[in-house]
């Protein structure tokens, strides 16, 4: 799901100006990297596991610290984005308003 999420963000980055090749090649980085890591996770899991399963707990709950520690700027700049443009729309309707009246 990360991977889904950074390769929509990269789609509507002004940096590739609508360039399809540019966008396809990062995002095939980007799920090439995924794959990586979904091949390496039962790997380590099932090496962990010969210990015992509360390290792989222990070990999922490093990664999802980790996911959220990376993703968090990423939610953040959302929910600005999104203030940012309820507060412009409420702005706009106000001088509508006050157009209409005169």
């Known amino acids: 799901m990360g991977t889904f999420q950074f390769s929509a963000d990269l789609g509507t980055h002004s940096s590739l100006n609508g360039n399809s090749r540019a966008l396809?090649?990062?995002t095939a980085i980007i799920d090439?990297?995924?794959s990586v890591g979904a091949a390496l996770g039962p790997l380590l899991t099932?090496?962990?596991s010969a210990r015992?399963?509360?390290g792989v707990f222990?070990?999922?709950i490093i990664a999802i610290l980790f996911a959220g520690f990376f993703l968090i700027h990423l939610v953040v700049a959302e929910i600005v984005d999104k203030f940012h443009k309820s507060e412009s729309f409420e702005?706009?309707?106000l001088r509508q308003?006050?157009?209409?009246?005169?």
């Open 24 to 26: 396809a090649t990062v």
């Open 46 to 48: 099932g090496y962990i």
């Open 58 to 60: 222990i070990m999922l």
């Open 97 to 102: 308003e006050d157009i209409a009246e005169m």
């Open 52 to 54: 015992g399963w509360n």
């Open 32 to 34: 090439g990297t995924g």
């Open 91 to 93: 702005v706009d309707r």
